[in-house]
């Protein structure tokens, strides 16, 4: 752009994803410099298992970061610190004399671990570490990824036993060899990411010994638990030599932070192929007994941790291009606004897109997607309305539980990712939620949060009153639909929701 | 009747032929069903593939249908997918302007504000998306007139209203403002629309180079014409941003 933001300093941000490493060079106002980004493999062994190669990542990101300070015309001398922001629960065993993984890293999305989890469960059932780690027992979370790798990988639990192993999630992995690796990289995680393992102790804020021996995972392998924030070493070797590494925050707390959600009820939503709605709940962790979990929303330094409720969709950008790919209705995600602006309403018709079970805060994977009310007056466009209306009902859903767990109502809403250029989705959703919906100017509020992380670490910015400062609003919507017609399309679309469920019996909704 | 062009009525049979049946064929399968001469439907084909209306499979070296054809069956550009590719683009002109940012489309005689970025400045504004802005006096309408022969149609048949003092509607004075705004490639907008607000705004061209929109930083005059003299580095902030759009829908570098 024209005017001159190449005079520095700058922050580095590494945003280590599910698809692809990107690396953003951010000024002092927060906008972006340069960007660089590299897609990895995704490795399918078997219906279900999700891996990524952690040495084609960690190379990766060691391009992404070089190309992006090339594009970026600067140096090491003028980037003050380095962020990390990464995708969560994706889980990796290394040898620490040798560097090598031992294995794949499993990533979240990988179902190996049902059975395993369902047996940790006991009498019990899925609740049986969430008091301690605010989560349900589900095949996302590390904790018993790493046991089944110690179960699978021949000889490693002795050399784990041994202490020669290494655990990490993603970030712990990209730090441990920003660091040095081999030569004295640091082995650490941030409470974000420690809190997706369900290993750690929610409020003290440390391994709970007696879940990771229920879960059988040698405390030896665990990475030192630090704040989100703090210069946890300095990079060795590559463009950035030298420069601090600062700050580590799982990729949807790393939106929280980027759109600045720092005060208590403040929320914000990612809109991408699923979403996931995080709600700064303050210094104190809420259990949540409307399907939520419970999470850290950042650390900063020595400072109280800020807990959040997590509410997640499954299929939310993903409906779009279903309808693309597989009904061939519109040619891209963005004529969806085309084709359901073509009609006033939705026809009687909704959509409940339980493809893989309901989430949030019905957690029934009996369910399966239906399409409802329909009658010979519907047409395309009703249905492409209907998929609209379902990413928005299905917010408002999260936000009504969000509510009743923490007696805090939301005010406004805070939106990102690439959803929000679709305007229709964005008034729906005002208009579902009764409140505002505020999309602010930078788009990659992931990399800007772990930016604004390493910043705080290393004085770049001196508090988080100046990163509200550099927030901006690029657009609002506010609400335009009147009570009655909100209160009964809710309930019409609440019946729909019963319609979708225990579709599947019961046998083979758990074989699934 | 006047003599038909024989090399297009050729090139008009070659892709009926490469239409038809078989998909793929070769150089002289097309010279022989043709009755051509290779070195004729060689000449022919490269033109057509120059095109885009033809392609060539690098490994066996057959001639194919190109995108180009199918482009031209759709082609319109959904107005929601210029705001999607837009998105960032106008974002950070907004932040690099301090301004407020719009994308234009010709719509009904007028211009259809498809998207629209606040003033990055925390004050209370409204979305103004569906707002229909007039085309001769704005500056994305300028921009869409001089680059767009039916907004140019439209803008010269219809009927151009004062809206202040400023508002140029007399015909040989608009084309000539028209012409400035092809030669320097940007239109402005000084207090010709409503009192107290300036704009300046770029075009934005699709990869056949048609353009498809107008991008426009609007703000108070005496920020946007300070001493009453345009902004240099908005003029060329605007201009950056509708190029970057541009490229994003597959324009050439120009």
């Known amino acids: 752009m024209t005017d001159a933001h190449t005079t520095g300093p700058f922050i580095a941000a590494i945003d280590q994803g599910t698809t692809s490493s990107r690396c953003i060079v951010f000024d002092k106002d927060g906008r972006i410099v340069s960007v660089d980004q590299k897609e990895h493999e995704q490795i399918f062994p078997k219906p279900g298992w999700v891996e990524h190669d952690a040495k084609e990542i960690w190379e990766n990101v060691q391009e992404v970061v070089a190309g992006a300070i090339v594009k970026a015309g600067v140096t090491s001398a003028d980037v003050k610190a380095i962020g990390i922001t990464n995708q969560r629960e994706t889980t990796l065993l290394w040898d620490k004399n040798t560097g090598e993984p031992v294995h794949n890293a499993l990533v979240w999305q990988d179902t190996r671990t049902d059975a395993l989890c369902k047996e940790l469960g006991r009498n019990v059932g899925q609740d049986r570490f969430r008091r301690e780690t605010g989560l349900p027992l589900a095949s996302y979370f590390a904790g018993p990824k790493v046991r089944w790798l110690l179960d699978n990988v021949e000889g490693l639990r002795e050399r784990a036993e041994r202490g020669d192993i290494l655990f990490g999630t993603m970030d712990s992995w990209v730090i441990w060899n920003l660091t040095g690796g081999t030569d004295g990289g640091v082995h650490v995680t941030d409470v974000t990411n420690a809190s997706r393992t369900m290993l750690m102790n929610l409020s003290r804020m440390e391994w709970d010994e007696r879940i990771c021996s229920s879960i059988g995972v040698p405390t030896a392998v665990l990475p030192e638990i630090r704040s989100s924030a703090e210069v946890y070493g300095n990079a060795k070797g590559g463009v950035l030599d030298g420069v601090p590494v600062a700050s580590a925050l799982g990729d949807q707390q790393a939106a929280l932070f980027g759109q600045t959600c720092f005060a208590e009820g403040e929320a914000k939503s990612t809109y991408g192929t699923g979403t996931f709605m995080l709600m700064n709940t303050g210094h104190t962790p809420v259990n949540s007994y409307n399907g939520l979990l419970t999470t850290v929303g950042y650390r900063i330094g020595d400072q109280k941790p800020v807990y959040a409720l997590e509410g997640s969709i499954a299929v939310t950008g993903s409906l779009v291009q279903w309808m693309r790919d597989q009904m061939g209705l519109i040619k891209s995600a963005a004529e969806i606004e085309t084709l359901a602006s073509s009609v006033e309403d939705n026809g009687g018709a909704y959509f409940v897109p339980a493809f893989s079970g309901l989430f949030a805060p019905y957690w029934r994977p009996d369910a399966r997607g239906v399409i409802t009310g329909l009658t010979r007056y519907v047409t395309k466009a009703h249905i492409a309305r209907a998929v609209l209306e379902a990413t928005a009902w299905q917010t408002r859903e999260i936000s009504d539980a969000m509510t009743k767990d923490s007696g805090v109502e939301l005010t406004a809403l805070k939106v990102d990712g690439g959803m929000t250029s679709n305007n229709l989705l964005m008034q729906t959703l005002s208009d579902f939620l009764d409140a505002p919906v505020v999309r602010p100017m930078v788009a990659e509020t992931t990399c800007l949060g772990a930016a604004y992380a390493a910043g705080l670490a290393v004085g770049f910015w001196p508090d988080t009153d100046a990163l509200r400062a550099n927030w901006r609003r690029a657009a609002e919507w506010t609400p335009r639909m009147d009570a009655a017609t909100r209160d009964r399309e809710y309930k019409s679309w609440l019946k729909a929701v019963q319609r979708s469920m225990s579709w599947l019996d019961e046998d083979t909704a758990a074989e699934e | ?254």
Not at chain 2, 30 to 43: F, M
Not at chain 2, 61 to 80: I, K, T
Request: hydrophobic share 40%; glycine share 10%; net charge negative.
């Open chain 2, 1 to 254: 009747m006047a003599k038909n062009i024989q090399s297009l009525e050729r090139a008009a049979a070659m892709l009926r032929l490469l239409a038809g049946g078989e998909r793929r064929l070769g150089l002289s399968d097309i010279a022989s069903a043709l009755g051509l001469a290779k070195g004729t439907a060689h000449g022919i084909l490269r033109t057509l593939q120059h095109e885009g209306f033809v392609e060539q499979d690098p490994t066996s070296g057959r001639y194919q249908l190109g995108a180009e054809l199918l482009r031209l069956g759709n082609s319109y550009l959904d107005v929601h997918e210029l705001r999607a590719r837009a998105l960032v683009w106008t974002d950070d002109l907004a932040r690099s302007s301090g301004e407020s940012v719009h994308l234009g489309v010709l719509h009904q005689h007028g211009v259809l504000i498809v998207h629209h970025v606040f003033r990055p400045d925390d004050s209370r504004q409204v979305l103004e998306v569906g707002a229909m802005h007039p085309l001769h006096s704005t500056a994305l309408g300028k921009v869409l007139c001089a680059y767009d022969p039916v907004a140019h149609s439209e803008v010269t048949e219809g009927e151009r209203q004062s809206f202040t003092p400023r508002t140029v509607t007399g015909e040989q004075e608009f084309e000539a403002l028209l012409d400035t705004v092809r030669a320097r490639g940007w239109a402005a907008d000084a207090e010709e629309t409503w009192e107290g607000v300036a704009a300046v705004a770029a075009p934005v061209h699709d990869r056949r180079r048609m353009p498809v929109g107008a991008v426009a930083v609007t703000g108070a005059v005496e920020r946007v014409r300070p001493g009453g003299e345009l902004r240099p580095e908005l003029i060329t902030a605007v201009r950056d941003c509708a190029r970057a759009v541009s490229r994003d829908l597959g324009a050439n570098r120009f």
